[in-house]
């Protein structure tokens, strides 16, 4: 199924002593750029949530934001160093002998001093916490995937609408190309004629301007390679996924054929046709730099 690139994802996964919740949001981009913020405590866990998203997303710019709340009785403790607290103390002391000062060292006082009392994190379960993590990372991965999906199928709906409307200018080019040969062929007899009156006219020599005049404006291989490429941008529009890069290329293959049918024309008909082709492939590769 075709993904656009542009989605958004939640997912919320509430335990009896954590709550994880995951949102993400995804742009266009040539690669896939990850930028992933979450709380210190989840830091390791980087490696293995850019691998997990792998599995969801080929390319973009996704951004990932994770909170983490931890309702748990207990999780930290007060640590006391009773020996760096005698310490500070001996050298207190001697402080006051050398320099005849009052020890005025209180209780409250010492306890400020650096690590004399620290709070101390319990160790966690870093496989309980990793499944739980995990769990909303996949939920809200899930959801980023389905509207990526809903976004591309609508992607497709106009890109196909703008390839119709593409074939159907090939045929007005099919179709102008005899007539325009037939009003030049009417157009230099009548000139012939104008210019000599009465007298005979070699309807060879006449042909063979005219021939000459066909191979130059003559636009077959064209039409014939841009609705190949036209009916090749359908086929691939039903593939899976992982299909933009290759449609920015069929697109600049149908650029490279209207641009030869431009140059070639000799008729204003056919010029406007060329150009609203060239506008029409120009607005589908607007649309296919969303596509993943």
Excluded at 145 to 172: C, F, H, Q, W, Y
Excluded at 261 to 283: F, P, Q, R
Aim: negative net charge.
């Amino acid at each position: 199924m075709i993904k656009s690139m542009t989605g958004f994802g939640r997912c919320e996964i509430s335990e009896a002593e954590r709550k994880f919740t995951v949102e993400l949001k995804g742009v266009n981009h040539r690669y896939l750029d990850v930028n992933v913020r979450m709380p210190k405590k989840l830091n390791f866990f980087e490696t293995s949530i850019r691998n997990l998203l792998k599995q969801y997303v080929q390319r973009g710019k996704v951004d990932i934001f994770i909170t983490y709340e931890d309702f748990s009785e207990g999780q930290v403790s007060l640590k006391y160093n009773e020996t760096l607290a005698g310490e500070y103390l001996k050298y207190f002391k001697q402080m006051e002998e050398t320099f005849s000062l009052e020890n005025d060292v209180r209780v409250s006082a010492l306890s400020r001093y650096p690590e004399v009392l620290t709070m101390e994190e319990h160790t966690i379960d870093e496989e309980e916490l990793w499944n739980g993590l995990k769990r909303a990372l996949e939920g809200a991965f899930t959801q980023f995937v389905e509207t990526r999906s809903v976004e591309g199928e609508n992607l497709k709906a106009d890109i196909m609408e703008k390839l119709n409307e593409m074939l159907g200018l090939v045929d007005k080019v099919e179709k102008r190309s005899p007539e325009i040969i037939a009003e030049y062929t009417a157009k230099l007899s009548a000139k012939v004629k104008e210019l000599l009156g009465d007298a005979q006219i070699e309807e060879g020599r006449i042909a063979s301007e005219v021939v000459i005049f066909a191979d130059k404006i003559c636009t077959d291989e064209e039409t014939v390679r841009l609705r190949s490429h036209i009916e090749h941008m359908k086929s691939t529009l039903d593939e899976k996924e992982g299909i933009g890069r290759k449609l920015d290329f069929i697109a600049q293959e149908m650029n490279r054929e209207a641009n030869t049918i431009l140059s070639k024309a000799n008729d204003l008909e056919v010029s406007n046709y060329a150009i609203d082709l060239k506008t029409g492939i120009e607005k589908i590769r607007e649309q296919i730099q969303n596509i993943e």
